[in-house]
């Protein structure tokens, strides 16, 4: 699932960068819990509604079923710098896909 979101967004936003974090990389993860995957580019819109729409055209691309427990983060360079739970994930040289 990781591998088809990554081809997803790196194709949709040509050469995004696409990180894994959260409780499946801390060894955390359970049955309950989510997938959380970061996306960082240039090209994310600055919109609420433009976002929505692009994690649901990364969804479709990387046919995930309606219901699924990936949770898609967005950020620009800009954003995900600024942020310091983003700018950690960046850093870290393993959990990308």
């Given amino acids: ?3 088809r979101i990554s081809i997803a967004a790196k194709k949709l936003l040509d050469g995004a960068l696409v990180k894994v974090f959260g409780s ?3 060894g955390d993860y359970t ?3 989510d997938l959380d995957i970061l996306v960082v ?3 994310i819109p600055r919109g609420a509604l433009a976002r929505a729409e692009l994690k649901v055209a990364l969804e479709k691309r990387a ?3 309606l219901i699924n427990s990936v949770e898609i ?3 620009t360079p800009e954003e995900a710098e600024t942020n310091p739970i983003y700018r950690e994930i960046i ?3 393993t ?3």
């Fill in 31 to 33: 049955a309950s819990s």
């Fill in 63 to 65: 046919r995930l079923p």
């Fill in 91 to 93: 850093l870290k040289p």
């Fill in 24 to 26: 499946a990389v801390s």
């Fill in 95 to 97: 959990s990308g896909a």
């Fill in 73 to 75: 983060h967005l950020a």
């Fill in 1 to 3: 699932m990781v591998r």
């Fill in 41 to 43: 580019s240039p090209k």
